[in-house]
């Protein structure tokens, strides 16, 4: 399934204010609960092409002395 970044505002907006359902252009979903919807946030995430909790990291080189 594609999703689109309205998808992903919606699911954050319902985690933020607590509540279970979600309404994108006229369809209302009620999850059952919000490590569903967590994970609904994240398969979004993976699907825009965002990794949840990227870290990224930088080598730093010391000259030996």
Not at 17 to 36: A, F, I, Q, W
Request: proline share 5%; hydrophobic share 35%; no cysteine.
């Amino acid at each position: 399934m594609a999703f689109t970044s309205d998808d992903l505002t919606a699911v954050e907006r319902a985690m933020a204010t607590g509540t279970l359902e979600v309404t994108v252009d006229g369809r209302t979903v009620k999850y059952r609960s919000l490590p569903e919807l967590r994970l609904l946030r994240d398969e979004i995430r993976r699907d825009l092409g965002s990794r949840p909790g990227t870290v990224f990291k930088f080598p730093t080189y010391m000259k030996g002395l």
